[in-house]
């Protein structure tokens, strides 16, 4: 789901730094993020995301600039007088303390009765499934489960921003999958802005409607999952999101329509304008392109667009899909293929010979 452009702002980083003595953690972070928005901040450890993160919760003063939380300076505002909660990476469930302590553990100087406060945690606790747990001990709780405790902590006290440092790292990636579909359908219902600081590609890609990239301490491309994913705005943007392709090539020509290019292995073509990523000169020139948008073509198929020969050099198969390393006639590297598996599809060995289909609308050119 992407959220309406016109949708309001609920946080706003104007030019934002932050400095551990001589060490710049962020550097000019200038960005908004929208009301009741599923946003990510994805990178490398080190690059500053959960920074960013424990700025807006209060647990980290800024060295110079401004964040504003549903349109409020935060400037000298401390973490318990903001509208957000945390779920951090390692849940800080009170293992002494029952589910229903737990979820109920930041009501304890709410002004509600006892029976409010009983009534706000059963709600809370049917909002992440985890209706008829209140009595169990905490410390009885799988991976998962107090997980969602840790949410329904968090949601009890119905802040304006949720933020969630790494919260499914810890689980096993059948779980992680599971409680991302979860987080997504969660968040739509209670339909406030969630911020998640993950270094998982697949899962801010899953789970987003825009997505920080971030290096170094900086912005390199916020943008729609789809959008980063088909056009990154560099080279290292393309590297960090998914498998990118990379061939070296050679700009023949250009106007302001269409640009026409040279790479071996794919001989000369000619991509639009838009399809170019970064500025002249940035990087050595490239086509970038994903896995997925090369097909091998079997017995008499024929390609929609372009085809080329190549050889195969390495087969992983992996049940549902088999990933190749091809390299094209003529090409200085080997590029990755994937296909998926269907019944009557063989697989491959290394060294066969293969027509493989391109399209010139699938590649990134890179300058």
Known sequence: MTLP???PTMIEFKDVHKYYGDYHALRGITATIRAGEFFSLLGPSGCGKTTLLRTIAGFED?????????????????????????????YAIFPHLTVAENVGFGLR?????KEEKAKAVSEALEMVGLTGFGARAAHALSGGQRQRVALARALILKPKVLLLDEPLSALDKKMREQMQVELIKLQRQVGITFILVTHDQEEALVMSDRIAVMFDGEIAQLDDPETLYRKPANRRVANFIGTMNFLPAKIVSET??????????????????????GKKGDEETAVGFRPETLTILFDDQKASDREAMATVEEVVYYGDMTYYDIRLDGAPVAMRLSMRNVPGRPVLDIGARARVAWSTAALVLFR
């Open 62 to 90: 800024i060295s110079s600039g401004v964040v504003m939380i549903d349109a409020k300076d935060m400037a000298g505002v401390p973490a318990n007088q903001r509208p957000t909660n945390m779920v951090f990476q390692s």
């Open 5 to 7: 452009a016109e949708q």
């Open 256 to 277: 302001s329509q269409s640009i026409q290019v040279e790479a071996a292995g794919f001989g000369s073509f000619t991509v639009a304008a838009d399809q170019a990523s």
């Open 109 to 113: 100087k709410d002004p509600r009765t």
